[in-house]
């Protein structure tokens, strides 16, 4: 593989995504797609442009296009990319509606599955599963298969729209994954998956100067959406082709790199069942609201979740690459027990024990004669 394959598509979207998104701030806040603040958003800056994602999408999309055109119309599957340019263009579309109308959680979740099926019927396919232990695999029916693929999508996609809360942090965590998994699929030898994510680091790259804090302009739905989905097609892609291992389970890389915001999301969905709110609702009590309260400033709480994410996607890197992964779990560990004492101090456990309490019926007062 060239250097070229890879420094192509990430100079090219890194630079169109530049220079494409003070002409999309201009667009969003002619088509009225601003930021309106309320008591659950962090952000008071009413008016700041939303649907950046299209700046980022036009520089992931011109980074491919670059490769087709400069190196060659075979090197990335033309279904599988038809599927990714498609899909994302779906899923842009449904952010770009609800950061300009809102969406209700049914009818944006319907086009998120849209997007994923597209993605799917063009080749993104989790086909097959590898035991852990003993490197045997079997193949998965096809609805089987589908709901598999389809759930992971939506779940990835999601979890990265739910962490969007700060400024800066979806791009930076985004461009961290998907440096991660290009990197495992590079040392693999899986030429699409390394392309995919270098146009992917291009275009989070290219917009992360107006977006690292006090943005300019944010992501918005579009942006999140389509950065979510992005990733999420390229752990589907480095799986299929470049680091699937019999001593692993088959996504612990992928799991490791999104380990943040799926922690997140999961803490997100236990914390509202537990108090009986519905899981689509919104509230101020993700992680980085967390941290936003404890570290008092945006740019430090998104460095420090820059921090963690990185950690996170290190130990994937050595669950990929090393033989022997007894080290690879200590550092597992190591992490684990420092993210867990990260939530200890950030409340969230005192929170569930304060809710998991019954209540105490107020003791009746007897007056004597």
Request: net charge neutral.
């Amino acid at each position: 593989m060239s250097v070229s394959m890879i420094a192509l598509p990430l100079a090219v979207a890194m630079i169109v995504t530049a220079l494409c998104t003070p002409f999309v701030a201009r667009l969003a806040r002619l088509f009225g797609a601003v930021d309106r603040p309320n008591d659950r958003k962090i952000s008071e800056r009413d008016g700041m442009p939303l649907m950046g994602g299209v700046a980022v999408a036009a520089g992931v999309f011109a980074g491919l296009l670059a490769v087709e055109l400069i190196i060659g119309p075979d090197v990335l599957p033309v279904d599988r990319l038809r599927g990714f340019l498609f899909g994302g263009g779906l899923i842009l579309g449904v952010g770009m509606i609800d950061d300009r109308f809102g969406m209700g959680a049914v009818a944006k979740l319907g086009g998120q599955v849209a997007a994923a099926s597209i993605a799917f019927h063009a080749g993104f396919a989790i086909e097959s599963f590898r035991f852990p232990m003993t490197g045997d695999s079997f193949a998965l029916q096809w609805w089987v298969s589908y709901l598999v693929t389809i759930f992971w999508i939506v779940a990835v996609t999601n979890a990265v729209n739910l962490i969007d809360g700060l400024d800066g942090l979806a791009t930076g965590i985004s461009m961290i994954m998907a440096a991660t998994m290009a990197y495992v699929c590079l040392t693999a030898g899986q030429i699409p998956g390394a392309i995919y994510g270098a146009a992917i680091i291009g275009g989070a790259l290219g917009f992360l100067p107006y977006n690292f804090p006090p943005a300019r302009i944010f992501l918005g739905d579009t942006g999140a959406l389509y950065l979510g989905f992005s990733i999420s097609l390229l752990a589907v892609e480095g799986y299929m082709g470049g680091y699937r291992r019999a001593s692993v389970l088959p996504f612990v890389v992928p799991l490791m790199a999104l380990a943040v915001p799926l922690i997140d999301t999961l803490l997100s969905i236990v914390r509202r069942v537990r108090s009986g709110s519905g899981v689509f609702s919104a509230d101020n009590l993700h992680m980085h609201h967390r941290l936003l309260r404890t570290e008092g400033s945006h740019a430090r709480a998104v460095i420090f979740l820059y921090l963690l994410t990185a950690c996170f996607c290190s130990i994937s890197v050595y669950f990929a690459i090393l033989e022997d992964l007894r080290f690879a779990f200590v550092l597992l560990a190591i992490v684990l027990i420092l993210t867990i004492r990260l939530l200890r101090n950030l409340g969230v456990f005192a929170e569930w024990s304060e809710a998991a309490k019954p209540a105490v019926a107020p003791r009746e007062v007897v007056q004597k004669d």
